[in-house]
């Protein structure tokens, strides 16, 4: 796994890194009062959390992260979203089941359940983004450009540090 760092050039999967960041393709909405767009949350930096509830990197580094980072930064100025991104075990990571996943493990941010393709067990985000698999995070600057986009668990300075220089950006 390559790591990037903002304005590196690359992503973790090879992409310019400092591309516009594909809207998001969401079927269902937790923890948000509306629909969110990144459109929208332009001026703010973004992190974008994907994640399975079955994934153990998610549910043992990802998704703690991500609370931490929802947590530690004043959202006004950074916005967390977290992307239920199923590509195996349909079946079973059903909305209901993230609903109860969410509140078990007491997760603040807004969730999206990333809208299905119809063709593919890749659902659409997913697939806009190349991600590798889960976890996967993604920051996005104030201009709505992807700066940084890995695959697996990224130790929390790491991520902090790169939050930090986008945010003074």
């Keep these: 796994m390559t790591r990037t760092q903002p304005g590196q050039g690359r992503s973790a999967h090879g992409a310019l890194a400092s591309t516009t960041a594909a809207e998001l393709r969401v079927s269902?909405?937790?923890?948000?009062?509306?629909?969110?767009?990144?459109?929208?949350?332009?001026?703010?930096?973004?992190?974008?959390?994907?994640?399975?509830?079955?994934?153990p990197g998610c549910v043992s580094h990802g998704t703690p992260q991500a609370q931490r980072i929802a947590e530690a930064f004043d959202p006004n100025e950074l916005a967390v979203i977290g992307l239920h991104t199923v590509f195996e075990h349909h079946e079973v990571m059903t909305p209901r089941a993230l609903e109860v996943f969410i509140h078990e493990y007491r997760l603040s941010f807004p969730i999206g359940?990333?809208?299905?393709?119809?063709?593919?067990?890749?659902?659409?985000?997913?697939?806009?983004?190349?991600?590798?698999?889960?976890?996967?995070?993604?920051?996005?600057?104030?201009?709505?450009?992807?700066?940084?986009?890995?695959?697996?668990?990224?130790?929390?300075?790491?991520?902090?540090?790169?939050?930090g220089r986008l945010l003074a950006q």
């Design 28 to 55: 269902r909405w937790f923890n948000a009062r509306a629909p969110l767009s990144l459109a929208a949350l332009r001026g703010k930096v973004v992190v974008l959390h994907a994640f399975q509830m079955l994934c």
């Design 113 to 163: 359940v990333d809208e299905p393709a119809i063709d593919d067990p890749i659902p659409l985000t997913m697939r806009a983004y190349e991600m590798q698999g889960t976890p996967s995070l993604i920051l996005i600057d104030r201009h709505g450009q992807v700066r940084l986009h890995e695959f697996g668990a990224i130790p929390d300075i790491s991520v902090g540090a790169a939050i």
